[in-house]
């Protein structure tokens, strides 16, 4: 069983940066695929980056690459996403998900995701 927590929302000027963090809580040593994804009001959800189970390989949308860094330590079991240069419509709930196999290219597909913390709510103005 794995539960996901997400912090570090909140609001901040157009320009400005955050880092969002997820806490993971698990059973065992396994690690797992990570993502982000974000949902605006009414907007379906998006993935937003995606990083392997070591770190070694990450992955982004294509209109966040250049802003956006997502990491992982798995000795503290914490995956972070530091978002720079927000713009207003970078407003909406983050969310963080883990997956049990590499999802490599498919790494935006929320379906293939076996949990999801709560979300973080992040306000550009």
């Known amino acids: 069983h794995v539960q996901l927590v997400e912090s570090g929302g909140g609001s901040v000027q157009a320009g400005g940066s955050l880092r969002l963090s997820c806490a993971v809580s698990?059973?065992?040593?396994?690690?797992?695929?990570m993502g982000w994804f974000r949902q605006a009001p009414g907007n379906e959800r998006e993935g937003v980056a995606g990083?392997?189970?070591?770190?070694?390989?990450?992955y982004y949308a294509d209109s966040m690459k250049d802003r956006f860094t997502v990491t992982r330590d798995n000795a503290k079991n914490t995956v972070y996403l530091q978002t720079n240069t927000l713009k207003p419509e970078g407003t909406g709930m983050y969310y963080c998900?883990?997956?049990?196999?590499?999802?490599?290219?498919?790494?935006?597909?929320?379906?293939?995701?076996?949990?999801w913390g709560q979300g973080t709510q992040v306000t550009v103005s």
């Open positions: 998900a883990a997956a049990f196999s590499f999802l490599g290219g498919r790494w935006s597909e929320s379906n293939l995701y076996s949990y």
């Open positions: 990083i392997s189970l070591g770190g070694g390989r990450t």
């Open positions: 698990k059973n065992g040593d396994g690690n797992y695929w």
